[in-house]
């Protein structure tokens, strides 16, 4: 047995219960400053990270695991994504995260809020977990129907917690792909969202024909204006990230923007405007219009330039929240500083989102939401070995490893818990 799975099996033997733990010898990444810290220990106490330093003294009681140098790093972001909302994404009838015309025939409904169905029992989180994604932020949209402002999601640890942590986010969807949500025209999103503005400041009486906000939604709208909550605004062209930056200059919201894949060409506005950007390193190439200048080094330029740089997946990004590590070894791969990479996955996400005091980086005073790798954690030939939710490891299981060893294990006799064979034995 090589000691790598000597390690995994002794790993695998902590009890649940423990929240006292003490992980010698690692190389820490902390996913802020000071960015990696080598032949360090790291001191867990009720489920709080206590102490980080050498060779530091184990309690009485407390469980010692020894990392033999390997890589440990805060739980990763998972992006934003529906784990918890979207079992199934080709079965209308499990995914949450979607709102279109039939909410009482009113498709802008800010106030529509995902939070409310996620399910903490979801197939989909034991398979993200055991690959080292310990949160993600749900997103909102709209069906084909329905409306750019999507409406609101929030944070959730993916350690069997029914709750969000920390404040709520406002999604909106701006350029070609929403146009189909505001008249066919990209003109119209501004002029939809400038009367959004005017209901919620009363410009427009609330009993206006022309109103289109109910009395909640105007409720709703108005914690994101004046600097209050974050709104994550889906934009790819350049044109119209430089109309959001002066729609949100405006109307004083704190916008983050999610893909720009055009981004970089507007690196220093952003920079000068603290926007962060939470690009797909994996979308390279023009899928769209909007996306005519993408480019592998999205992330290296606008880190260059100051930018604040996150991770974020499109498409199937819920049911493989586990690529977005090579998302960021893409970006890595194409100039993003290493730490950068890790901090986009950590401590960037946590902040922007507002529960870095909680978690999303190593720190003393932290939620003990840790990962150890078996290597590099942003080269797709890594895997994570253990997962920690507040000092406490997870089984490293999930439906789909239950599946594989079923189907790989060797003929047992059913009146020894054997189960049926995947195959004939002719062609196994």
């Given amino acids: 047995m090589t000691s790598l799975a000597a390690a995994v099996l002794a790993l ?11 992980i010698r010898n690692a190389t820490v990444h902390t996913g802020t400053s000071p960015a990696s810290l080598t032949n360090t220990d790291v001191l867990v106490s009720g489920g709080v990270i206590r102490q980080i330093g050498a060779a530091l003294t184990a309690p009485a009681g407390v469980r010692v695991v020894d990392a033999n140098e390997r890589r440990l790093t805060p739980a990763l972001f998972g ?41 903490p029992d ?30 609101q999601g929030g944070v959730f640890r993916l350690d069997g917690s029914a709750d969000p942590i920390g404040p709520k986010a406002l999604f909106v969807d701006i350029g070609a792909d929403a146009a189909g949500l505001s008249g066919q025209s990209r003109a119209a999103q501004w002029m939809i969202l400038d009367q959004l503005v005017d209901e919620v400041r009363g410009r427009i009486p609330a009993d206006a024909k022309a109103a289109l906000l109910t009395p909640a939604g105007r409720k709703s709208l108005a914690t994101y204006l004046d600097n209050g909550g974050r709104v994550v605004v889906a934009v790819d062209r350049a044109a119209d990230i ?28 952003l920079a000068a405007a ?31 330039a100051g930018v604040t740089v996150g ?41 922007i989102f507002g529960v870095a005091d909680t978690f999303g980086s190593i720190a003393v005073g932290k939620r003990a939401d840790m990962v150890l790798w078996s290597g590099d954690p942003l080269e797709v030939n890594a895997v994570a070995t253990q997962v920690w939710f507040d000092g406490k490891p997870i089984p490293m299981r999930s439906r789909q490893t239950d599946l594989r060893d079923r189907y790989l294990q060797p003929d047992v006799p059913a009146e020894r818990g054997g189960l049926p064979p995947a195959y004939p034995a002719a062609v196994r």
Wanted: one cysteine or more; proline letters at 5%; aromatic letters at 4%.
């Fill in 12 to 22: 695998c033997a902590i009890p649940a219960t423990a929240q006292e733990l003490l």
């Fill in 79 to 119: 992006g934003i994504t529906g784990i918890g909302i979207e079992e199934v994404s080709g079965e209308r009838s499990t995914v949450d995260s979607r709102l279109g015309l039939g909410a009482a025939g009113m498709p802008v409904r800010p106030e529509f809020d995902v939070t409310l169905a996620y399910n």
């Fill in 242 to 269: 430089r109309q959001l930056l002066r729609w949100a200059a405006k109307h004083k919201v704190r916008i983050a923007i999610l893909g720009g894949a055009e981004a970089w060409k507007l690196a220093p506005q």
């Fill in 122 to 151: 979801s197939l989909l989180i034991p398979v993200a977990r055991i690959e080292g994604i310990g949160w993600t932020l749900l997103g909102a949209g709209s069906d084909s129907e329905g409306s750019i402002i999507g409406g």
């Fill in 311 to 351: 991770f974020s997946q499109s498409g199937d990004g819920s049911h493989n929240a586990r690529k977005i590590r090579q998302a960021a070894g893409n970006a890595v791969a194409h100039g993003l500083p290493w730490d950068l990479g890790v901090a986009g996955l950590t401590s960037v996400p946590a902040k």
């Fill in 274 to 304: 603290d926007v962060a950007v939470f690009v797909n390193p994996l979308d390279t190439l023009p899928s769209s219009f909007d996306q005519i200048g993408a480019t592998p080094e999205n992330a290296a330029r606008l880190a260059a």
